[in-house]
C-alpha cells in the first residue's frame, strides 16, 4: 500500500485491489486516478496506473469484439483499400446502397423492406486521381442484431457518412441514436485541437508521423511511451501541436475522432425540405448536412465527392522520375507531412541522402 495517499484513494486502492471481474477493475481504477492528487510525489504512481487502465481498457475492448463476433456470426471486417475508407451509416430505409450504387462501382442489392443488407458492402470511389473505399454498414437502429460489429467497424474507419431519410420525421432522432450508440463506444464527431491515431500492427516496430509540432517531447520519447504501454508495433499519427501528456490522454481515454458528413437523402420526396430546415438547425455548427436525391442525383457529382473526399484530410502529390513524365497516380497522404516524411515513403536511400 503506497502510503502518501490520502484516506480515501486508500480506501481506493483497496477495492480496485479486490476487484474480480474486468469491468468492476476499470470502474475501480478510474475513481481511483481520480482521487490521487496530482504533485510530484505522485507523478510515478498515477502515470503507472494510468497504464494499467490502458491495458485492462484494451483487453475488455477486445473481449468485446470476440463476444460481438461470436453472438452475431457475421464477419464485420473489410479491409482498407484505397486512400481511405469511408463508412455509410444509417438507419435502415434511409438509401444506404442507392448511394453506393451511385457513388462507385459496387451494386449492391437495393430493396424496399427493412434490413436488405446484412453484411457490409464496399464499393470503390474515384476522384481527383484517388480511389476512396466506400462501406455500407448494415442499419444501426432499434432491434439491429449486429450494432455492436458495426460500431467496432465505425471505430477503424477513416472517416463517417451519415444517411438519413430526410422524409422522414423521424431523421433526426435515427441520428440522435446512433450519436448516443457512437458516444458509448468513445467515438466522438467534435474534432479536437490535436488529433492522435495508433494503428495497431502485428510487424515493423513502431512509426511516428507528426503533421504539426511536439511540445517537450520528440519522436523517441514517444516510441518509448507506447513501449511502457505494451505497444512493440504501431503507426502513430499526430495532427497539431501535440505533448507527451497528450499522447498518454488518447491512450488512457481510448476516444477515436472520426470525421463526418451528413447526406440528407429522398429530398425528391414530400416533406423532406421541410425536414430538411430541423436536421440542419439541430445539426449547426456540428456536422455539415448535403441534400441529395438518388432518384434525381445532380449531373455532377464532383461536389459531393469533393466532400467526401475532404474526410481524408489528406494531399495528393504527384511524383515525376529524372527525364520521365509525371505519374498519374498520386502518393496521397496526410496534410502536414514534412518533405523528409515523403522521401521515406518514396525511397529509403532518398530519405537517408
Same mark, same amino acid.
Not at 486502492?13 to 468492476?24: F, G, N, T, V
Not at 510515478?44 to 477486445?62: I, S, V
Not at 437495393?110 to 466506400?134: A, N, R
Not at 455492436?148 to 477503424?156: D, G, I, T, V
Given at each position: 500500500?503506497?502510503?502518501?495517499? $490520502?484516506?480515501?484513494?486508500?480506501?481506493l486502492? &483497496?477495492?480496485?485491489?479486490?476487484?474480480k471481474?474486468l $469491468?468492476?477493475?476499470? %470502474?475501480?481504477l478510474e475513481a481511483?486516478? %481520480?482521487?490521487?492528487?496530482?504533485?510530484?510525489?505522485?507523478?510515478?504512481?498515477?502515470?503507472? @496506473?494510468?497504464?494499467?487502465?490502458?491495458?485492462?481498457?484494451?483487453?475488455?475492448?477486445?473481449?468485446?469484439?470476440?463476444?460481438?463476433?461470436?453472438s452475431?456470426?457475421?464477419k464485420?471486417s473489410?479491409?482498407?483499400?484505397g486512400?481511405?475508407?469511408?463508412?455509410?451509416v444509417?438507419?435502415?430505409?434511409?438509401?444506404?446502397?442507392?448511394?453506393?450504387?451511385?457513388?462507385?462501382n459496387?451494386k449492391?442489392?437495393?430493396?424496399? %423492406?427493412?434490413?436488405?443488407t446484412?453484411?457490409?458492402?464496399?464499393?470503390?470511389?474515384?476522384?481527383?486521381?484517388?480511389?476512396i473505399?466506400?462501406?455500407?454498414?448494415?442499419?444501426?437502429?432499434?432491434?439491429?442484431?449486429?450494432?455492436?460489429?458495426?460500431?467496432?467497424?465505425? &471505430?477503424?474507419?477513416d472517416?463517417?457518412?451519415?444517411?438519413?431519410?430526410?422524409?422522414?420525421?423521424?431523421?433526426?432522432?435515427?441520428?440522435k441514436?446512433?450519436?448516443e450508440?457512437?458516444?458509448?463506444?468513445?467515438?466522438t464527431?467534435k474534432?479536437?485541437n490535436?488529433?492522435?491515431?495508433i494503428?495497431?500492427?502485428?510487424?515493423?516496430?513502431i512509426?511516428?508521423?507528426?503533421m504539426?509540432?511536439?511540445?517537450?517531447c520528440?519522436?523517441d520519447?514517444?516510441?518509448?511511451?507506447?513501449?511502457?504501454?505494451? @505497444?512493440?508495433?504501431?503507426l502513430?499519427?499526430?495532427?497539431?501541436?501535440?505533448?507527451l501528456?497528450d499522447?498518454?490522454?488518447y491512450i488512457? %481515454?481510448?476516444?477515436?475522432?472520426? $470525421?463526418s458528413i451528413?447526406?440528407a437523402?429522398?429530398m425528391?420526396?414530400e416533406?423532406?425540405?421541410?425536414?430538411?430546415?430541423v436536421?440542419?438547425?439541430? @445539426?449547426k455548427?456540428?456536422?455539415?448536412?448535403i441534400p441529395?436525391?438518388?432518384?434525381?442525383?445532380?449531373?455532377?457529382?464532383s461536389t459531393?465527392?469533393?466532400?467526401?473526399?475532404?474526410?481524408?484530410?489528406?494531399i495528393?502529390?504527384?511524383t515525376?522520375?529524372?527525364g520521365?513524365?509525371?505519374?498519374?497516380?498520386?502518393?496521397v497522404?496526410?496534410?502536414?507531412?514534412?518533405?523528409?516524411?515523403?522521401?521515406?515513403?518514396i525511397?529509403?536511400?532518398?530519405?537517408?541522402n
Amino acid at each position: 500500500m503506497v502510503t502518501n495517499l $490520502p484516506p480515501q484513494a486508500k480506501v481506493l486502492m &483497496r477495492e480496485y485491489q479486490e476487484a474480480k471481474s474486468l $469491468p468492476e477493475k476499470i %470502474s475501480k481504477l478510474e475513481a481511483l486516478i %481520480s482521487a490521487i492528487p496530482e504533485h510530484k510525489g505522485t507523478e510515478k504512481l498515477r502515470r503507472n @496506473l494510468k497504464r494499467t487502465l490502458a491495458r485492462l481498457k484494451l483487453e475488455l475492448e477486445e473481449r468485446e469484439k470476440k463476444r460481438a463476433k461470436s453472438s452475431s456470426g457475421l464477419k464485420f471486417s473489410v479491409k482498407k483499400e484505397g486512400a481511405g475508407q469511408i463508412l455509410l451509416v444509417g438507419n435502415t430505409m434511409s438509401g444506404k446502397s442507392s448511394i453506393l450504387s451511385l457513388l462507385t462501382n459496387a451494386k449492391p442489392k437495393i430493396g424496399f %423492406s427493412p434490413f436488405t443488407t446484412k453484411t457490409p458492402t464496399p464499393g470503390m470511389m474515384e476522384y481527383m486521381d484517388v480511389k476512396i473505399q466506400l462501406v455500407e454498414v448494415p442499419a444501426i437502429c432499434i432491434g439491429a442484431p449486429w450494432i455492436n460489429p458495426a460500431l467496432s467497424l465505425c &471505430r477503424n474507419a477513416d472517416g463517417i457518412i451519415f444517411v438519413v431519410d430526410a422524409s422522414s420525421k423521424e431523421a433526426i432522432n435515427d441520428l440522435k441514436f446512433i450519436f448516443e450508440k457512437f458516444k458509448a463506444s468513445r467515438i466522438t464527431l467534435k474534432k479536437p485541437n490535436v488529433r492522435i491515431e495508433i494503428e495497431r500492427r502485428s510487424s515493423g516496430g513502431i512509426h511516428v508521423f507528426c503533421m504539426g509540432n511536439l511540445k517537450d517531447c520528440d519522436k523517441d520519447d514517444i516510441v518509448e511511451l507506447l513501449r511502457s504501454y505494451g @505497444l512493440s508495433n504501431a503507426l502513430i499519427k499526430i495532427w497539431g501541436d501535440a505533448s507527451l501528456k497528450d499522447v498518454e490522454n488518447y491512450i488512457d %481515454s481510448s476516444i477515436v475522432y472520426k $470525421p463526418s458528413i451528413v447526406i440528407a437523402n429522398k429530398m425528391d420526396l414530400e416533406g423532406s425540405h421541410e425536414n430538411l430546415k430541423v436536421i440542419e438547425k439541430a @445539426l449547426k455548427d456540428f456536422i455539415k448536412v448535403i441534400p441529395l436525391s438518388c432518384v434525381n442525383p445532380p449531373k455532377d457529382l464532383s461536389t459531393l465527392k469533393s466532400e467526401i473526399y475532404g474526410l481524408l484530410n489528406v494531399i495528393r502529390i504527384y511524383t515525376k522520375e529524372v527525364g520521365g513524365e509525371v505519374s498519374s497516380k498520386p502518393l496521397v497522404v496526410p496534410k502536414g507531412f514534412r518533405v523528409i516524411d515523403v522521401a521515406r515513403l518514396i525511397h529509403s536511400q532518398l530519405y537517408e541522402n
